[in-house]
């Protein structure tokens, strides 16, 4: 019986090729959005979680700030009011794991012929593990290079890359602002960061060598800014009162003055940066639904006016012994068909189309199996939905008034 | 005998709903077919044959009255029974075939078969016989557009013959061929109607009711006459 209901709906589409494929062609784009545009979301969230997981959990940073000078605001970092004793300090508060002091900055890097500009960090060993960054090859500078500020260097990939090509740079020598360093360990690869920098864009020296031989500093011991990473997410606030607290009573300010420093909440941040790319593939994959459902009333229209013309042939077919559930069942596997066959297109455009956006690129885009089998589920949904009207349109026929209709 | 009447109706009206207020078509027919009949429905044009003939095949329901059909009141049959009865009791054959026209004409004679759940390989088989039997076996893969207006009414009568109904009913079944054609048509009703099938058959010819065994005249909705075939439908 299914078989031979099959054949008819097939048969019926077949009458009109163009009006079917139409019809289906609204599918086809409504399942082929879907599919690509969760592809795009689902993409991105990962690329924002891989972002979060190289940056370093439960982080804050701490950036010396304005003092106000004559009613004039230094921006953030500017103004060396941060001590490496205040890292010190802060890192005997309850609740912090690790504290470390950055002094960052830049500069032309030469090896060789090669040369290139970069941001140069001062930092100390205690910088790797906060950012969990490890090193590709090679080692990393320890306290004793800090102590005696030694000129020894850590360099990113993409560093590695432009200056070095296919040479092992650990144990060669390049100038940084015109300073030999030796470089000791190659970073691991850690790709962009949230608001899409190259992380491994950067070379990291002692920090102490390049306060005193590099940059320079306003006076001995000052830093721009200190990164301080909790114990858990759950000591996050604490710490954050208890270390505002402790830096406006070490740098003496009054009850009505303003902190001379800023608190950033890392975390806080990248937890926002995962929620809004959430809501973005959302609100794409519910733009992407809206043509689903613009494609269902296409097949809804077309359905209506099929039953309107073939009014007569459902007179026949029940003045020959046809049931209303066969009429209804007739017309609503002909929206099934169109709809899932729409549906099946649409999903192999979509995989297509995720694939060469990952081939163009270099965004991920993740197609799941979950989104497929939603975008089945949800086309067969359709079908049935606004097949149904139409159909029972057509079933409801009075025997006699479709036979007479001309 | 004891089995009741093919058809058996009384005070049998229906009344149109029209702009102009209801217009009474059938004002109150009586009626009684036995198995085996052979009834030519005669009656000038708009005396209420056609309507008639759509509640006898159960195509439209009586304003009021009573209609048994092989002794069951159709009144109390729901809309699934109703289709049942369509599908395998009457068959109806209509002045203008109304065949599916993109179907070929074996699958149009089987379609009663499909609704009736018979399975395929069954339903090509007795198509095919039916088709013999209306003398067309050699189109069964042709579209109806493809044969002339007899040929398409007799696989309309196949396909009303399909399900092996006891009954058929058929409005005007040569109203839209020549008198050659009809003769053809009409030699097939008689055929089937001594193989035992019970024929209810309107028309405007008299050539045509005088194949029948029984005349029914019909007038504004009334039966006028009801008689052996008497010859009077020769002189209209
Ligand atoms: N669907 C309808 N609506 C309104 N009036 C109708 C309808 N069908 C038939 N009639 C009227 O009922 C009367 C009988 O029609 P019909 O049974 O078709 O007559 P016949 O077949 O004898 O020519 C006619 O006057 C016709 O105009
Ligand atoms: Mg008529």
């Known amino acids: 019986m299914i078989a031979t209901l099959l054949g008819q709906a097939w048969h019926a589409m077949g009458a009109n090729k163009l009006r079917t494929f139409l ?37 804050f940073i ?58 140069v960090f001062g930092v100390t060993p205690g910088y790797l593990d906060v950012r969990r960054w490890s090193l590709q090859s090679g080692t990393s500078f320890g306290d004793s290079d800090l102590r005696s500020a030694t000129r020894v260097a850590l360099i990113g990939r993409t560093v590695a890359q432009n200056l070095f090509g296919a040479e092992d740079p650990v144990g060669k020598t390049l100038r940084i602002r015109n300073n030999p360093f030796v470089v000791v360990g190659v970073l691991a690869p850690k790709g962009q960061s949230l608001d899409g920098r190259d992380q491994d864009d950067t070379v990291l020296v002692p920090l102490s060598t390049a ?85 269902g009333i296409g097949i809804m229209n077309i359905m209506l006016v099929s039953v309107t013309e073939r009014t007569r042939e459902i007179g026949i077919r029940m003045a020959i012994g046809a049931r209303e559930r066969d009429i209804l069942l007739q017309f609503l596997l002909e929206a099934v068909i169109i709809s899932v066959v729409g549906c099946m297109i649409g999903l192999a455009l979509g995989i297509g189309g995720a694939l060469l956006v990952n081939a163009l690129a270099s965004t991920a885009v993740v197609i799941s199996g979950a989104s497929v089998l939603l975008a089945f589920g949800v086309a067969a949904t359709v079908g049935i939905f606004f097949g149904f009207y139409p159909a029972q349109k057509a079933a409801r026929l009075d025997p006699i008034e479709a036979l007479r209709y001309q | ?19 102009a207020g209801d217009f009474p078509a059938l004002k109150g027919v009586d009626l009684r077919i036995e198995a085996g009949d052979f009834v030519a429905v005669m009656g000038p044009s708009g005396s209420g044959k056609s309507t008639f003939m759509n509640l006898l095949g159960c195509l439209d329901r ?110 005007e079944p040569t109203g839209n061929l020549d008198s050659q054609t009809s003769e053809e048509v009409m030699a097939l009703f008689e055929a089937l109607n001594r193989e035992g099938i019970t024929i209810v058959l309107v028309t405007h010819e008299a050539d045509v009711a005088a194949h029948a065994r029984r005349l029914v005249r019909f007038r504004d909705g009334l039966i006028i006459h009801d008689g052996a075939h008497d010859g009077l439908g020769r002189h209209e």
């Open chain 1, 23 to 59: 019809t289906m062609l609204g599918m086809v784009i409504g399942v082929a959005a879907v599919v690509l545009m969760t592809a795009i979301g689902q993409g991105a969230q990962l690329a924002v979680a891989e972002s979060i997981n190289s940056m370093g959990a439960n982080l």
């Open chain 1, 62 to 119: 701490v950036l010396s700030g304005s003092t106000t000078s004559g009613g004039v605001r230094a921006g953030g970092g500017n103004a060396p009011t941060l001590t490496l004793a205040d890292a010190a300090a802060i890192r005997d508060l309850p609740g912090v794991a690790e504290v470390a002091p950055v002094h960052p900055g830049s500069g032309q890097i030469v090896y060789g012929s090669s040369n290139w500009s970069t941001s």
């Open chain 1, 211 to 295: 306060q005193r031989k590099l940059f320079g500093v306003s006076f001995q011991g000052s830093v721009r800014m200190i990164n301080v990473q909790t114990e858990s997410a759950e000591a996050m606030p604490l710490v954050e009162r208890e270390m505002i607290a402790l830096l406006r009573q070490r740098h003496r300010l009054r009850e009505n003055q303003d902190n001379d420093f800023f608190v950033r909440n890392l975390t806080a941040v990248a937890d926002s940066a995962a929620e809004t790319t959430r809501v973005m593939s959302l609100l794409l994959g519910a733009i992407a639904s809206v043509s689903l459902l613009v494609g």
């Open chain 2, 1 to 19: 005998m004891s089995s009741p009447p093919v058809i058996r109706v009384s005070a049998l009206c229906k009344s149109y709903s029209t702009p």
């Open chain 2, 62 to 171: 009586p304003s009021s009255g009573e209609y048994l059909l092989d002794g069951r009141a159709v009144s109390r049959m729901d809309k699934d029974e109703l289709a049942r009865v369509r599908g395998r009791l009457i068959g109806f054959v209509f002045q203008g075939f109304n065949l599916l026209p993109r179907m070929s004409l074996q699958d149009n004679v089987a379609m009663p078969l499909v609704y009736a759940n018979v399975d395929r390989a069954e339903r090509r088989t007795r198509a095919r016989a039916m088709l013999e039997k209306v003398g067309l076996g050699a189109y069964a893969e042709s579209l109806p557009n493809r044969i002339s207006g007899g040929q398409q009414q007799r696989v309309a009568i196949a396909r009303a013959l399909v399900n092996a109904p006891h009954l058929i009913l058929a409005d």
